[in-house]
T-cell receptor
Framework: AAGVIQSPRHLIKEKRETATLKCYPI?????VYWYQQGPGQDPQFLIS???????DKGSIPDRFSAQQFSDYHSELNMSSLELGDSALYFC??????????????FGPGTRLTVL | AQSVAQPEDQVNVAEGNPLTVKCTYS??????LFWYVQYPNRGLQFLLK??????LVKGSYGFEAEFNKSQTSFHLKKPSALVSDSALYFC????????????FGTGTRLKVLA
């Protein structure tokens, strides 16, 4: 079965650079979520999209932005990178909007290292 | 405020023995509760959920969990642990007011010893 695809899997950037993370949800899933997971921490919700519109916002810094495109893939844009942005970034998709009754399907993550 | 607590950072169990990973929650209304497992350098994988209905929920890989409303708990259990069950386990509740999102517990590392 198709899974959530994230690219790149690994990314190394310098401070103050920008980064773009991509997420391709499972076909026919209309909702995408982005999470940030620091070392030894639980995933922190950043932002979500439902039918290409932002549906909820969590602890996403103003330096970050995201969007969902017409083909439902999503991109997380990160600017003015800081050392503290080094983390694992997950994308997840679900078929049921924000009802919460369906589980989320997580991608393998993008490991971002900021030097 | 809605929250999830996993009181144990790590649980060690011998292979073949039953395992329990604890989770308690605080949420107004009827909770949507989930368990996810994370293997090293991998995304979270869904194990099981409680939305409504039977308090005993069966999930993937032989795991089950019991929803206990009076104790506000949703402990994850397996009758016979495998070494391959060693991973990081997250309990989550779906927040149904304000921002619609998961509230995760801090995670419990399960180590199954051969």
């Amino acid at each position: 079965a198709a899974g959530v695809i994230q690219s790149p899997r690994h990314l190394i950037k310098e401070k103050r650079e920008t980064a773009t993370l991509k997420c391709y949800p499972i076909p026919r899933h209309d909702t995408v979520y982005w999470y940030q997971q620091g070392p030894g921490q639980d995933p922190q919700f950043l932002i979500s999209f439902y039918e290409k519109m932002q549906s909820d916002k969590g602890s996403i810094p103003d330096r970050f932005s995201a969007q969902q495109f017409s083909d439902y893939h999503s991109e997380l844009n990160m600017s003015s990178l800081e050392l503290g942005d080094s983390a694992l970034y997950f994308c997840a998709s679900s078929p049921s909007g924000t009802s919460g009754s369906d589980e989320q399907f997580f991608g393998p993550g993008t490991r971002l290292t900021v030097l | 405020a809605q929250s999830v607590a996993q009181p144990e950072d790590q649980v060690n169990v011998a292979e073949g023995n039953p395992l329990t990973v604890k989770c308690t929650y605080s949420v107004s209304g009827n909770p949507y509760l989930f368990w996810y497992v994370q293997y090293p350098n991998r995304g979270l994988q869904f194990l099981l959920k409680y939305i409504t209905g039977d308090n005993l929920v069966k999930g993937s890989y032989g795991f089950e969990a019991e929803f206990n409303k009076s104790q506000t708990s949703f402990h994850l259990k397996k009758p016979s642990a495998l070494v391959s069950d060693s991973a990081l386990y997250f309990c989550a509740v779906w927040r149904t007011s304000g921002t619609y999102k998961y509230i995760f517990g801090t995670g419990t590392r399960l180590k199954v010893l051969a």
